[in-house]
């Protein structure tokens, strides 16, 4: 990959974390749906899961952090696996204005596969 399209595919996957972190603590009524009820503490978790994604997301633009940032993020998706496996649980349900079909809680899963893998490459490519 050409180091131009490496930087800025670094700048989008940081930028979705840090966007997806601060969306936390602006919706969440939302993240409180998709919580599952056996889960303690679930407003801590969801604003503690806000920072971790806001964190990991600045950490990656540095190249000393990044290789930190690519382990929180992997490390983070697995444990929102449970999340994602109650909404496939719960499909069909409104998640805000956006029905969540089973199809769609479904394809929730390998798109986290794939953040996991690109969380990966950052980390492989940092070493």
């Known amino acids: 990959m050409g180091r131009s399209i490496y930087k800025i595919f670094l700048w989008v996957y940081a930028l979705f974390y840090v966007l997806a972190g601060c969306n936390h603590f602006l919706s969440t009524a939302v993240y409180y749906v998709m919580m599952p009820k056996w889960l303690p503490a679930p407003g801590f978790l969801i604003y503690f899961s806000g920072i ?67 969380a990966g490459y950052y980390y492989k490519k940092t070493a």
Do not use: C, D, N
């Open 52 to 118: 971790l994604e806001i964190v990991s997301g600045f950490l990656l633009l540095f190249k000393k952090t990044r290789r930190l940032a690519a382990i929180l993020i992997i490390m983070m998706l697995i444990a929102f696996l449970p999340v994602h496996i109650y909404m496939i649980q719960m499909a069909p349900f409104k998640l805000g204005e956006i029905l969540i079909t089973p199809v769609i809680a479904w394809l929730r899963l390998p798109l986290q596969l794939f953040f996991m893998g690109w």
